[in-house]
Nanobody, 121 residues
Framework: QVQLVESGGGLVQPGGSLRLSCAAS????????MGWYRQAPGKQRELVAE????????NYADSVKGRFTISRDNAKNTVYLQMNNLKPEDTAVYSC??????????????WGQGTQVTVSS
């Protein structure tokens, strides 16, 4: 059993910052990719940022480049999303996603439960 647990969401004023965390626990053997997605009301889920293969390469949505930074602590099986200069259009439910090999030898995609980020004055 593998779980992804997110934390760090909340209400912030425009221009403010938040840091999201996503920790993988359970029968984790190796994590390949970890990333953050978001879904705003009435919109499709979109990729925000992702780290490829142990954090050697990162991809960002154009809308967050220069404002958001994704990072990973391999020892803690945790991925972070530092969000600076937040805008109202960043308001969404943010979810983390990871491609994980388990100790049972299986390979699957796992999702966290999501954390709400609201940017409003």
């Amino acid at each position: 059993q593998v779980q992804l647990v997110e934390s760090g969401g909340g209400l912030v004023q425009p221009g403010g910052s938040l840091r999201l965390s996503c920790a993988a626990s359970g029968n984790v053997f190796r994590i390949i990719n970890m990333g953050w997605y978001r879904q705003a009301p009435g919109k499709q889920r979109e990729l925000v940022a992702e780290l490829i293969t142990s954090g050697s390469s990162a991809n960002y949505a154009d809308s967050v480049k220069g404002r958001f930074t994704i990072s990973r602590d391999n020892a803690k099986n945790t991925v972070y999303l530092q969000m600076n200069n937040l805008k109202p259009e960043d308001t969404a439910v943010y979810s983390c996603k990871a491609h994980i090999y388990t100790t049972s030898g299986t390979f699957s995609v796992y999702w966290g439960q999501g954390t709400q980020v609201t940017v409003s004055s």
